[in-house]
Structures are given as C-alpha cells and as structure tokens.
C-alpha cells in the first residue's frame, strides 16, 4: 500500500539523506506508476508524514534528540522545490491541494514567497484563463492561499479575470466568488477596478450572470472600509440608473447592486449620504415597474437603504402608504414587498416609528386578510413582525392590536401561522423574516408563547424544511432562544416527541435523522428540568433521529446539559430513564416508533455502562417483568380471535345473527336481487326492524371487541418490544447473564404461542449465538425451537437427534460447570429431555448434568425438573429427592422466590412421595421462616397451612412443625389463596384443601361470613353460561371439580361452629342455586354437604331446618330441575331427624317421606337416601318390617326401573339395620331374589339385579357369604335378552367383585371359569360377563387373580361363537379400563387386538411398547394385557418380533411390581433362555439383557436354576452359537449380582475349566470374558491379572476355535479397559509380542493396535496432531512402540504383517516418531540381540537395518554412540549383538553417512576384535567387513596395525586375542588383509 511504502521511506529518514530519500521514493513510485503524477502524489503523502512526524516531535521535546536524525520542517521546503520543479507548469489537480497546504503551513520566506508566485501562475493558467469551468475540486485546491496573497498577487489576479471576464462570465462567475471571498485584505483599492468590470454582468439581461455578479459585489462591499473608494463605487453604480434604462431587468440589476453597497464596512454616515441619493432614483424605479417582481426588487433595495439611514424621506414615506393602501387587486401581490421594506425601516428611530404608527392600520388589515385569503399568509407574518417588534414600546399600537385582537388571532392554533402547509406555502422573500419573529416573541412575548404548543411545532418545523444552509442558519439561530425563554428547551423536547408521535411514513428518513439529531442537541440547554431528561434520552436514540446504534446525539446531547460524561448523566437519572423507558410511553407504547426508541435506547445506554454492573442491573432487570407472558398466556380464543380480526370486522358473526342460520341454496338471480334491495334500503336508510336491531347489536359488538382489540395490541406490542430489546441486549457479551435463568423459560414459552414464535425465535437466536457463538449458538437456538415450537410437526427421532447433539455437546465440549449463561440455555434441553418422551440413556446424561449444577445455579427450571422427576421418573426418584434436599439447603429465598414457589406449589402433587419430599426441602430452607418471605410469597403460608392436613401424617407432622416455626401465621384472607386449588383434578387435594379452609375458618371464625359469599361466588363463576356451554367448551371443560372442591369446602366446613343466619345462608344457596346443577357427581356431593351441615349443626337448630325444609318441599315450581331440589330437601329433612328423640311423630313422617323419594331417577339422591335410613331407623324398628315388605315388593314389581332401583336401595337400609343374616337367609328374602331371577317377566329379574348390586354396595364383606349362592343367577342374567337386565347384571357383577375378598374370589372363580367350558354360549358369555367384572375388583386382590383370568379370556377369542368371541373382547377391554398407567391406558385397544389375533396386531403392539417412554410404574392390569403378547411373541419366527419382545420383558421388571410380575415369571424365563440361544447375534445379545434385568429386578433366588443352565449350555456340545449365547447371559447375570458372587464362586469355576482337556469347554468358558467387560464395566477391571494369563494360553491354543474366542475376549479387554487399566494391559501385550508362539505374538499385536488406537481416538484434538507418548506416557508409550517397531521385522509374515498394520494405524510419521522413542527403541533392539537363541537376534538385525534405511543420517548420531556404550556390557551375548548390530547399521548406510562417524566406529570395531570371546570377534569381523565396504581401505591403516602390534605383546593373553581376531578378519577379506599380515609374519623376530 502507498501508506506502507510511505512509512518505510519515514524510517529510511534516520539512516539517509532526505533528499536522497524523496529522490527514490519518485523514482521508484514512477517505476510503478503509469503516470508522474502519481508518484508525486505519493511523495507528498511521505512529506505530510514528516510534517506531522516533526510537529508531534517539537512537543516531546527531549524525545526528539534521543530519537535521533528526523525530518525537520525547514527540510519541506527542500521537498517542495524539487517537486515543483518535478511537475513544471502543469500539476496534478490532485497534487495541488497538497502543496498549497503545505505552503500555507510554511513561516513567511523568500522561499515561500517564490511558491506562492508558482502558485499563482498555476491559478491564472488553471483557473481564470481555462477555455472552460473548471471542476469545482480544481478551485477548491487554491483557496487556502488566498488568505495570505498580496495586494500585487491580488491586483495580477483580478486583472486577469477583468480581460477574460467579459467573455467568459458564467465559466469565471463561481471562481471569482470563491476567490473574493477567501481574500483577507482590505479590498478599497480594487474596489473600483471591481465594479467596472462587474457593471456589466450586472445589466446582463441573463439573470445568472445578474446574480453571479451581485453576489460577487455582495462579498467585496463588506471588505471596503476607504470611504472614497467606496462613493466612487456607488457613483459608478448609479450613473447607469440615473437615464433609467429602457430594460427592467438592467434595472433590477443596478438596484440590487446599489443594496450590496450598503453592507460596505464605512461609517453610518457616509452609507446615510449615499442613501439619499439612492432614495430617489429607487422611488421612481418602483413606481415605474408594471411587474410585481420588477418593482418589488426595487423595494427590497429600498428596505436595505432605510435600515441604514435614521430619516424616511416624504417620497419614501408616501410610496409605502399607497403601496399598502392599494385598493387595485391586481397590484396587491406588490403587499409583501412593501411589506419588507417597511420592516426593514423599522429599526427603532423615532421617525420610522412614526411611519409604522401611520401605516398600522393598513398592515393590520393586510394581516385580517389571511383569515378569508390563504395566500395572504407571507404577507401576515411580516405585519404580525412589524407589531411584534414594535408594541411593546408604542401605546397606540398596542391598543390598535388589542381593539383588532391581534394575538388573540396570532396565538390561535387553527390560524395560517401553524398550519402544516404554511412553511411549505411561504413566499421565498418572507423566509428571511421566520427566526426575527420568532426571537421577537420569545424576547417580548415570552408570556403568551408558553403555552402554545403549536408555536413550539412550528419552531421544529422551520428546522426540518428548506435546504441545508436553510436549516443550518436554524440550528445556529436555536442555540440563542435560551436566554429569551427559561423552558424553551422543555417545550422544544416535547415539541420533538409529538412530531415523533405522529405518523411519519412518507418523509425521507435520512434527512428527518440528520435534522432531528442536530436540533436536539442545538436548542438542549443545562437548564432543562430533570424531569424532562428521561423523554430527551429516548428521543436520542428514536429510529427518526439516530440509527442503531448510534450514540452521537446522546453524546451531544451530554455535552449540552453540561454533564461530564454519558455514563455520569445516565447515573444521575438512572431510576428516572429506566422507569420511563419501560412505561407505556415507551417500550408498551402503541406507537411502534418509540417501541424501536426505547429498545435502541436500552441498548445504548447500556452499551455506555456495559462495564458498571450497578447501571447494567437497572437497565436489564425490568426485561423480565416487562415480557408478561401471564397475561398473554391467559387470552382466551375469543381475545386472541377479535386480535387477528381486521378493525371493522366482528370476530363472531354467530353473535350478532344468533344461532346458526341453515344455509339455502339460492339462484344467482336471487341472490343478486336481495343484494340489491338490501343496498337500496342502506341507502334510503330504511331498513327493516331485523336489520335495525342486527345493526345495533353489531355496532354494540364492535364497540366492545374494540376495546379488547386495543388491550391485545397493546400487549402484543409490549411483549415484540421487549423481545426485539433482547436482541438488541444480546450484542453486548454477557449483558444477559443476570437475568437469563428468568429470562430463558419465558422465551420457551413464547415459542407455545404462535403469534409470538418468530419473534420470540429471533431473540432467542440472537441469545445463543452471543452465549456459544454462531456454529453451535444456532444449533442450540434450533434445537430449542424444536422441543419448544408445537407449531412444527416433527418426526420423533427428530427430537431425539437434536436433543442428543446438545446434552452430548453440553457433557463433552463444553467446560463444566457451565458459566452462568451457557446453563441458562442448556437447561430448557436438560428439563426437555427429562420431561419428554427420550431413550433412558439420553435422560440419564441430561440428568446428571443437571445434578452436577444443582448447587451451583439453583434456578426455577432446575426445581421444576426435579418435581416432575420426583413425580414421573421412577428412575430418578432417589437422586431427585436428595437433589432436591441438597439445593434448597443453599436457596436464598428471598431472592429466589420463584424456585421457592414452584417448591410450595409442589406440595399440592397427589404423589405422597413429592410432597414429603419437598416438604422436608421447605423445612430446610434458612429464610423461610421469615416474615418478609412470606410477604413476597403470599402464599407460601397457606400452603404450608394446607399442608398440615395432609392425608400422610409424616407430611402433616412437619408442616406443622414449620408453620409453628413461622414468624407470620395464616392471614386472614388465607382464602383467595386455596380456592384455585380446589378444582384440583385429584378428589385427594381437594379435600386436603377443604378441610386446611375449615382450619382457617376455626382460627379466623370472624372471616365465616365473608368466606361464604366468596365461595359462593366461587361455585357461580365455575358454572357455565349457555354462552359459555357453546362457544367455550375447552374452557369450561373442567369447571365441575371445581365446582366438587366447593361441595368438599362446604362438607367440612360444616364441622365448623356455625351461627343460626350462616346456615340459613348456606341452605339458601344451596336450595336456590346449588342443588340445580346438571352434573350427577357435583350434585351428589353437594347433597352430602348439606347433609353433613344438618348433622353437625341440626342438635341446635333442628326446629328452623325443619321449617326450612318443609317450606321447600311445599314450593311449587315449573323448573323441571326443582325436582332434584325437593329429593334434596328430603335427603336433608332425614339428617334432620337424626337429632330428633326417640318416639317423635316427625320422624315416621320423614321416614316415609324419604321412602316415598326413593323412585327418584337420581341414583345420588337414592344412596344418600338409603344413608340415612341406615341411621334413622334403628330410632323406629318397629317400622322395619313393614318397610322391608314395601321395599322387597317396591324392588321386585315396581312400575319402572327408577322405582325397583330405589326400592332395592330401601332393602338394603333395612337388612343392615336387622342384620343380613336375619333378613336374607332367615328371613328368605335371598330365596325370593333368586326366584325372582328366574321369572318370565322382566321386572322382577332386573329387580333382583338391583337388590344383589345394592346389598353389596351397603352391606360389603358381609354379603360375601351369600355371592356363592347367587353365582348362577347373575351369569344366568348376563345372558338375559333384555339389555335392562343384562345393565343390572353388569352393575351388580362390579358391586360384588369390588366387595370381595382374596378368599372370596378363591371361592368364586372356579364357578366362573368352569362356565367357559359351558357348552350354551349365552351361560359362557355370562362367564365371561363375570371375568371381566372382575377388573373392578380390589388392586391386592386383583393382581391375585389376573395371571388365571386373562389366560382363560385369550382361549375364548377362538371361540366359534361371535357372541363368545364379541364377551371375550369386551371382558378384556374392561381390564384395559381400569389400568392406571397412562402410557399402557391409551395402548388398550391395540393390546386387546393382539391377543384376539397375533399375527396380524402382535408387530403393531410390541412397537408401540418398544416406543414408549415409560415414567409410571406397570400396574397389575397392564401386566395381564401384556404377557400374553410377550410370550406368543417370544415364540416368533420374526427376529425383530423376538427381539423387541425380548427387550420388552427385560424392561418390565424396573417398572411393575415384583409381586405383580412374579406369577409370570414362570414360563418367561424358560421362553428368554431359549431366544438367548438364537443365531442372531443382535438377539442373543438382547436376551442376555433381559437375563440381567430379571435377575437384577427380581433377585437370583427366583431363577434358582438359571446358572447351573448357563454353566452346563457353556460347555455343551449343541454349537458355537448356543455356548456363545449362554456365555452372554452368564456375564449378564454376574453382572447383576454382588461382586463376591463372582469372587468367589464363579470366577475360579471359569478359569478351571478355561483348560478343560475338551476344547468345546474351553472355548465355551472363554467366551464369558469376552463378555464379562462389557457388563461389568469398571467392576471387572479388578479381575484382569487373572484373566488375562487364560486368555493368553487361549490364543496359543490348538484349536481354532479356542483361539478365534479367545481373541475375541482379549480384544473385548483392551477396548473396554484401554483408558482405565494401562498398567495391567501394557506389560500383557508386551509380554505377549515377544512370546515365542508365533500366534499368541500375532494376537498379541493386533490387541496393542486396537488398544493404541482408542487410546489415540478418545484423545482431544485433531488426528494430526496427537502424541501418543503424551497420553499414555513416555515410558509405556516408548516401551510399546519399540516392541512394535521390532516385531514388523518378524520372521513370520503374519506376525510382521499385523505389526505394520498396527505401526501405520498409530503413527502419521514415523521417522518423527522413532527418533522420539530413539532411546527405548535401540535399548529394546540391543537387548534382541544378545539374545543368541530362538528369532530375537535376527528380528533385531533386521530391525535395524531398517530403522538406519528409514532415518537415513539423521539416526547415526545417537545410534552409534548407544553401540559404542553397550560394548563394554559383561554380558558376551551382549557384546556380540552390538557388533551384530553395528554390521547392519554401516551395511545400511552409505559411504558418505559412515564418513563423519569412522573416529566412533573403528576404535569400536578394534574394541570388539580384541574381545576375549571368539564370537564376539566372528561378529566383529561382520562389523569391520561392512565397514571396509562402505569407507574402503582406508579402515585398514586404523583397524590392522593395532591388531599386529599386539600380536607382539608380552602378554600371551593379548597376544592370543589379537591373534585371533585377525584370524576372524582373514576370514571375511582374506584378499586384503593378507598383504598386511605377510610381511609381519615373514619378518625375522
């Protein structure tokens, strides 16, 4: 780059010459460059560099001389010169600027003189003698020297242009204005020369060439200060003017340059004695003129001499008043400029005064004119100036104005001045008068401006119109209104913020930013109220006034108020901003502007403060209130429906026509009739009565759907705000954090809705990206988008894939504990998956994740996840519940309110084992005792209440040791809290709940009244509408248990001392509102209410009861509900006579009252009925008898089925009161029922139906005795042809088997079943009738029976008889009714069908249970469904079939009961053995699963047999397969059992028979460990110092077999313990590659390569770049490759050929990897070769041969040394495989190698043939023999005559050795070594 280049050339400044620098800098730039302008260029970047350089040194000072030799300003000169010379005449444009500045920046010299003269001649060559205009950026160059010419360089110049300017004026005009006006001299004496050359441009009949040469006499005038010259000026000027010239425009021209004389810099009085003679020529110029804008120039010029001059002239005076009181129209456009001129003489001397007090009233009716004549406005506005200015100090134009009421219509907001188009319409020459009149009423007038708004808008206005100098000279103009008006800036800010409200769609968004921004920070003063800084801030950052993320105008702003920095003003109104920020005004505002203002504006400021957490906290806190997901959340459809109605439209068109009309087909032609009428009559406005009133109601609709229309918006607004500013948060890193655990599950919720899912999608996608960056931040943010959004239809292995990315993600990559925001986005996963249907593995991940961070960030979602664990996961129960403990020890729970609530909202779970769980958390909680919590937690404190009553006494026992612990006890509106819970789906809570509210009434009995009438209002909110029964069945779908936990209330209420007017009250509501409702279940409680009311206040008010009632049975009403109220009132009429004495007539009257109710058709009201005749009458026994006759004859020949059902009720109250036994068998009422069951007619056999159902139901266990005689008539009666009877039956059948006890059913059954063999198909439906009632018997008893029940009902679907076959199914499917396992519930049908046909539905129906994700426990009922499809299907030729079935039975031992599972453990275990034997290896490995499971679930000593069938199947003679599958098993089961089980029973029985004589027992036995590894994990890794010796012997086996398995086991050994157990298997396989087997060696290696490679693959980081010394350490690592490294060079190629292929699968580059382990490796070779038996040695010698070959040179420098040092070993062997290997080493390397290394290697050679022992010689003989073929004979003179020398030694050992080894070295080079040794042996002694 140019910079670059320049900068280098600075540097080159310290070591060279400067010129010598900037001499190569164009040089080598022109080699560059096309052109030599550009290098030029390029130099003057370099000179602005030195410039810059040295200004910066001369203020460091002492620096300068420390940095040495450096470029100095007076060397620019040098510069310059040398380039000026470079460019000659003709610059670049561009090189222009440059030097031009730098000159100008130049003290005054010779030198600098001389370029401005170059200079100079550029300019007139450039610009004024161009042929044409030159470009602006040409003219621009020049102007800094303009400044600093001479008066001689200015008189060269103008001269020029005097020659050229006559013919060029237009091209010249522009350069001369831009010349003049840059000039700083005095320019008198080129006045003259001037305005000659001027003068004619200004009677130029162009008008460009008449403005250009009046706007250059506009900037020489004020320039002039020699009054002379400027006399002969205007002398020059007016001669022209004195002839008047024919031509207007020659005219206008001279005029408007006589009005540039007046800005000349003279004394006033010299511009006052030109003006009179300027006065006159000017009148008569206007009075000649016939155009409007001829004359008006004319007047203009004249406004210009009158504000210079003190006196109006009498001709000037009477021009003005005629010119305004013109009564030709035709000359009114002249107004304005009369106008003007007026207002330009009004300048406060007393004549000109005096002038406008004569011309008052004529400009006030100028000004009256606009309120009839729009177009009067410009003229108005310059009249209202004239008076403004002037009134304050003239009475008689202040009373003028008062008597016109003159402000009255100035301040009037309808009128011209604020109109929108008033600026738009204004003349251009009124524009100049806008800011004086402004100023005039803020100086003068500031009381009547304050409060007109309007004038404020209209101020804005003229800031945001005209052009930029337009704007520009408002901006500068505003910043001087503050010392006129205290709250100008207030008013302007909230000016600001209501043309911001306003609908601003169509303006240019650019320019309203460009001028708002300035503005704001133009009229903002330190004066502005505090209170107005909130409103100013948003407005700041408003998309209208700065863009995103801009904080230029908020800066500005800063500075304005005076505040020393942003931060420091955000500090001081901090409460204040935020507070408004999230107001309705801002971020819920309905206009969407300020939404998007108050997001930029938290953004903003928070990017200002992101450092301060104070600030930061304040900003970012509110978000989580301000996303009121509640309250979205809790729009109904009908809400949310009239929201996405367009305005105008009714959302219900049902609600305004009424109920559904039915549609006829019509003919077009009808249709376009009726069309045509209905528009006729809409238009005459006569419409029919039905139109009318659908009108009305239409308009009263709309009305009302506005206001919600209005409400949802707004919320809908509110909530995409806060969204969008939390995407807008997300920028700014770890902002968030503080409230993302709040944040992260509203957003979840979000994603539910789906006019919030985009939005809401977009927040979250910019959350996850900030927290994990953009790669996995978006798979996170789709990720929770999936679990989240119900709107996307999804695959569920989708789900699945996706939330196992994130947990694995989450468990491995990421550093744990996550920081606080990462976990903030994990967890939704976490609790997703957990919550969710998810493979058990996946959930088990998840869950320990979220444990590890239970402490550490104890949020909301983690509490929750806990719960539902706690509630559904079986599985998790344990961890769940300490989890739960361990966190809440360390809640704060004055700041974690929230988890404190989901934990009080817990205890409400119908599962005791949560509430006692988190009961006991609560308990564990430091602060929540405190009264302050409680005040947070409104609830907390009747729950805990509630808790108290609990049904388990160990929850009861400590709530209520915590509530005593409380500092706050139950408020007395403890109500309002509990009343939700009442419509609890679980009957257990609400009853909880009923009696903590009849608790709280007992502590606050003065709250009785108020509780009254708020549950009543309760009960009346919960009852639907027909409305609400029509358009809102979802809604009120559970609103009956609502209305149930009210009659629970009441019932135990009752308990409660009540006053005599509270149960009237109650009795009230109860008879006018209660007692009609339509639900049988509600309405039976609530009889049981009352009935518990009467018997527990009845004793002291039976008398007023008694009235009451009696009152109620006389009423008579056409309701057909009020029946069910007067059976009530009987029912209660009964508990009223419970307190009557013995013997009174009332209560015989009651009594058959009560019997006479028994017809009713309501079956509630008979049982309550049939209650207290149980209690009633053993106060009248002697009535029994007779009502027993009545009752029997009533259940036997009663008239309908009403009356024998309430007849039988009657029978049963009065056998319990005599006794069963008294009544049935002495009595012979069971003989007449079962007569009964047998008659023709039909009443009498549904009857004794009736009474066996009923006698059950009352009498229980004591009617057991008497089903065995009744057995035959019930499975007589399933089979009756009435259905009536066969109903009876049916409920009789469920009573009874209810009832019953385990022995009871013993007794039965057998009847039952021996009926299915029965050969009258209608007696085996009745069987199986009776089987199937069985489903309704007790659970214990139940799971008793099942096991033989469901058998038998599977054997009758093959039945022939459809009837058969039809019961069977439906039996069945009775059982499938009572299963409480809702995942098993919904699975019934398709169960029952797989039982009915297994090969079409048994697929269907395992796939289904294979997919489910079980989180309940399997009851006994779903057991019996299931089994049988297991068992058929383990059976199955289908191996999916097998195996799922299989997996099945595995799983059923963690989710049933063992007692309920055990009955069917029979044959499954024998069905499981047999799929364990299977030839799929998949399936076998299945079952041996399952094997583990059941013994795991159900303990070994249910399958006594199961081992020693294991053992015996292992060493058999059936197959490979089968010892295989059983070897499975077994190491499934040891697995499953205590560790010692293995110890010290299995584990030497395996190991023995591991060397079995038989070879199908060993292979068998060592099949086990290749199992064992896998299922036992960790737990095994104890064992392997036993196994493995087996194993090994296994590989060296004889057969093949033996030897496959046992490499199998080995192989399992290594991949499961290959990162735990490196200290045992190392040694192992080390040991196993150098075994003398060759197949234990070549096994041996394969294990070292799959144990290297997972050690290398489970390592982090790229393949590339892992050490496998690093990770198993240097000394094993070193030892294995080393070992590895010998045996590629086996002799056998199997052993070598598996060793490179574990070699290449470990190590990328070898010669790196063999010098890194160079040490072990040459010790591992050495030690081969002194070893002289068996293959070491020659392995060795290859191996190093190969290892010199690979490395080449680079390995003889620590090769040859380790040699050397091994030399001296005592060890022979040793010693020979040194020289052994030293042979190999120099036969592998070249002569040039060798070369650098012979001063090591021959005294190592001479050491070795002086061995004492011959075979280290023969080796050391190879040695110097592969020497001598690589260095030649130069070896000779260094290795023979040492060995001759000692051949004559004294020492005959010596002499001997040497003797020897030259023998050896004979031996290999005999024909070099003897020309040598001949002459020594020759030679005389």
Sequence with gaps: SIQTRSKVAVALMDYMKEVEVLEAVVEGETSLSTSLSSAVAVAMKLISLIWVDASARRKMGPWHAARGKFASPLSVSQYLEMIMKTVGDAPDVHLIGSIVTHVTRMSESVTKTAFKEQIVSWYVAIVVQAKTAPETSVRDAFSPLFSQLTHEQIA??????????????????????????????????????????????????????????????????????????????????????????????????????????????????????????????????VQK????????????????????????????????????????????????????????????????????????????????????????????????????????????????????????????????????????????AARPVLLPFIEVLLRRHADRVADCAHFYDMVLALGMRGSWSERSLVLSTLTEFHAFSENFAEKMVLAVSRYLTASLDSVD????????????????????????????????????????????????????????????????????????????????????????????????????????????????????????????????????????????????????????????????????????????????GKLTEKEKQELEKKQAIAAEEAIVRERVTQLHSCISSTLTAISYFAGIPRILDCVLFPLTPLLMRLLHASDMVEVAYASLRAVAIATFGFEFGIVVCRALRIAFDKTLDLPADSYTAIHEEIVEHARSNLSVPLPPGQFALVIPFLAAVITQSHPQDLQISAFKLLVAHSKIYPSPTLFSTLVFSLEHLPLFLKESSETVSAAAVDLDALHETTSVAILIRALLSPDVAVRSTVMKALASIPDIRVASLATALPSLVPLVWTTRYDDEKEVAAVAT????????????????????????????????????????????????????????????????????????????????????????????????????????????????????????????????????????????????????????????????????????????????????????PNLIVIINEMVGVLATPSENVRKAISKCLIKLLPQARSECDRLLTYCLDLTLNGKNGSQ??????????????????????????????????????????????????????????????????????????????????????????????????????????????????????????????????????????????????????????????????????????SFGKVIKNPEIRTYVPLLVSAIDDPNKHSEAALSALSSTNWVHRIDSPSLSLIMPILKKALYSRDINTKAQATKIVGSMCKLADHKDLKPYLGGLIDQVQLVLLDGIPSTRAIAAKTVGSLVAGMGEAEFPQLIQWLLDTMQSDKGKVERSGAAQGLAEVIANLPETRLRDDLLPVLLERCNFPLPIVRQGYLSVFQFLPEAMQATFAPYLTQVLP??????????????????????????????????????????????????????????????????????????????????????HGSSLLSHLWLVRSDMNPYVSGAAIAAWKSVVINTPKTCMMILSTLMDTIITALGTPTGDDRPIARSSIHALVSKLGQRVLPKTLPLLAANLGSPIPATREGVCLGLAEVLKASGRHMVSDFLDLVIPTVNQALADPVSAVQVAAAEAFDALYATSGSRVLDHILPPLLESMDSDDIAVSQMALSGLKQLLSVRSEIVLPFVVPKLVAPP
Excluded at 307 to 326: C, I, W, Y
Excluded at 988 to 999: D, K
Excluded at 1270 to 1280: P, R, T, V
């Design 156 to 285: 060269t110049i103008l001269s020029t242009y005097s020659k050229n300017y006559k013919l060029k004026s237009l091209e010249l005009a522009e350069s001369l204005e831009l010349f003049v006006s840059n000039l700083k001299l005095d320019l008198s004496q080129h006045l003259l020369d001037l305005v000659k050359f001027l003068l004619g441009g200004v009677q130029d009949l162009d008008e460009k060439k008449r403005t250009h040469a009046v706007t250059i006499l506009d900037q020489v005038f004020p320039k002039c200060s020699v009054a002379g010259d400027v006399e002969k000026a205007t002398a020059t000027l007016l001669h022209p003017l004195t002839s008047m010239p024919s031509r207007w425009q020659v005219r206008v021209g001279l005029s408007r340059a006589l009005a540039s004389v007046t800005r000349a810099n003279v004394e006033s009085k010299v511009l006052e004695k030109l003006a009179n003679d300027v006065f006159g020529l000017l009148v008569k110029c």
């Design 289 to 428: 003129e016939l155009t409007a804008d001829a004359a008006g120039e004319h007047l203009l010029s004249l406004g210009r001499w009158l504000s210079v001059s003190k006196d109006v002239p009498k001709e000037v005076s009477t021009l003005l008043s005629a010119g305004l009181t013109e009564s030709d129209k035709r000359k009114h456009d002249r107004f304005i400029y009369y106008l003007l001129a007026l207002n330009a003489a009004t300048n406060g001397s007393k004549a000109k005064e005096a002038l406008l007090v004569g011309l008052g009233a004529p400009v006030l009716a100028i000004i009256n004119k606009v309120k009839t004549l729009p177009k009067y406005r410009s003229e108005a506005l310059i009249g209202v100036h004239l008076f403004a200015k002037t009134l304050p100090g003239n009475a008689t134009l202040t009373n003028l104005a008062k008597k016109e009421k003159l402000w009255e219509f100035v301040f009037d907001p309808t009128v011209f001045l604020y109109a929108p188009e008033f600026l738009d319409r204004l003349n251009d």
């Design 509 to 684: 968004l650019r320019l309203t930013r460009n001028s708002l921004g300035r503005l704001l920070s133009s009229f903002v003063s330190p004066t502005l109220p505090s209170s107005q800084i909130p409103l100013l801030t948003t407005l700041s950052f408003h998309p209208y006034v700065a863009q995103r993320q801009s904080r230029g105008i908020f800066t500005a702003i800063c500075q304005a108020l005076g505040t020393p920095s942003p931060l420091q003003m955000l500090k001081t109104n901090l409460a204040a901003i935020v507070t408004y920020v999230y107001s309705d005004s801002a971020l819920s505002s309905t206009n969407s502007t300020f939404r998007d203002a108050a997001c930029a504006t938290l953004l903003g400021l928070a990017t200002f403060a992101k450092d301060d957490s104070e600030v930061i906290d304040a900003l970012v806190s509110p978000i989580v209130s301000a996303l009121d997901v509640d309250a979205w959340e809790a729009l109904s459809k009908r809400e949310l429906g009239i929201f996405h109605t367009p305005e105008g439209e009714i959302w219900f068109k049902e609600r305004v026509t009424g109920a559904r009309e039915v549609v006829r087909k019509k003919g077009k032609d009808q249709e376009w009739e009726e069309q045509v009428m209905a528009a006729k009559r809409k238009r005459e």
């Design 961 to 1144: 040791e915590l509530y005593a612990q409380f500092e706050s006890p139950l408020p007395a509106n403890f109500l309002q809290h509990l009343l939700p819970m009442l419509g609890s789906e679980h009957k257990s809570l609400r009853n909880t709940v009923a009696r903590a509210i009849a608790g709280g009434l007992t502590l606050h009995p003065s709250e009785v009244d108020a509780s009254f009438a708020t549950l009543f209002k309760f009960y009346s909110r919960h009852y639907p509408t027909a409305d609400e029964v029509k358009y809102e069945a979802t809604k009120i779908a559970s609103w009956h248990l609502y209305r149930l936990g009210f009659a629970s209330a009441l019932n135990e209420i009752a308990a409660v001392t009540l006053a005599p007017a509270q149960i009237n009250c109650v009795f009230d509501f109860l008879i006018e509102t209660a007692l009609f409702d339509d639900n049988n279940d509600v309405l039976a409680d609530i009889v049981d209410a009352g009935v518990s009311i009467v018997t527990e206040q009845g004793q002291a008010n039976s008398s007023e009861l008694l009235k009451r009632f009696q009152d109620t049975l006389s009423i008579k009403s056409t309701n057909p509900r009020f029946n069910q109220v007067r059976e009530s009132a009987v029912v209660f009429l009964g508990a009223v006579a419970l307190h009557f004495p013995k013997g009174d």
């Design 1204 to 1373: 024998r059902k309430g007849g039988a009720w009657g029978l049963a109250a009065v056998t319990k009161v005599l006794s069963p036994d008294a009544v049935l068998q002495k009595g012979g009422v069971l003989a007449k029922l079962q007569e009964a069951s047998t008659e023709k007619l039909t009443g009498p056999r549904q009857g004794a139906q009736f009474a066996f159902d009923t006698l059950s139901q009352t009498l229980r266990r004591l009617f057991e005795p008497f089903v065995i005689h009744i057995l035959a008539q019930i499975l007589n009666a399933f089979g009756d042809k009435n259905p009536g009877v066969r109903d009876a039956t049916s409920g009789a059948a469920k009573s009874i088997m209810a009832n019953l006890s385990g022995h009871g059913i013993k007794l039965i059954l057998p009847g039952i079943l021996k009926g299915l063999a029965d050969r009258n198909w209608r007696k085996k439906c009745g069987a199986i009738d009776l089987l199937g009632a069985m489903a309704f018997c007790q659970p214990k008893q139940l799971s008793i029976s099942l096991p033989k029940i469901i058998p038998e009902l599977s054997k009758v679907l093959t039945d022939t008889h459809d009837n058969v076959v039809a019961s069977g199914r439906k039996a069945l499917t």
């Design 1590 to 1675: 087996a194993i090994t012997r296994g590989l060296a086996d004889d057969t093949e077999f033996v030897r496959e398995t046992a490499l199998l086991a080995g192989q399992a050994i290594v991949n499961a313990y290959s990162l735990t157990a490196t200290e045992i298997l190392v040694p192992t396989l080390e040991q196993g590659m150098a075994d003398s087997n060759w197949r234990i060696k070549q096994s041996s290696i394969q294990m070292l390569g799959e144990f290297l490679t997972k050690i290398l693959r489970s390592a982090p980081g790229a393949s590339e770049d892992k050490n496998l010394l690093e990770i198993i350490g240097e000394e």
